[in-house]
């Protein structure tokens, strides 16, 4: 099996080159890499640049937060996380299409904001401006 030692700060390391040669290649199922072949793994790959971070993380099997600690320079910070979407009300067109999605049968309010969607529909050709009958209870 070829190894190669390698000097670190920490002392000497072991690094199975075919293992990581495997992982880079994307060939690593049902094993895993040790700590130090992951990182000199993460690091090759990464100074290639060729290979998008979150790729680089899938194929040595470790989060994109751990590349993001071994190499902050390397790998762009996390984008903060999108707001949920706004509950559906009642009365709009969207609570209409969320009662048909879930299979229910829409309330009134939904079927009169549905057909008076449709209507501005006919006549305008867009949903843009069409009226809502929101009371603030949840479809």
Known sequence: MPTVWVATSDGLIVIDTIAVARAMAGNRHGWNLTRDETHYTARLMLERGDVPYSTVAERIGVSCDTLRKWFPSSVPPARPT????????????????K???????????C???????????????????????????AA
């Open 82 to 97: 999108q707001p949920r979407p706004s509950k559906v009300l009642c009365g709009t067109v969207g609570g209409y299409r």
């Open 99 to 109: 009662h048909r999605r879930t299979g229910t049968n829409p309330c009134q309010r």
């Open 111 to 137: 079927k009169a904001a549905y057909t008076e969607a449709d209507r501005h529909y006919r006549r305008t050709g867009t949903y843009r401006g069409a009226p809502e009958y929101t009371t603030g209870t």
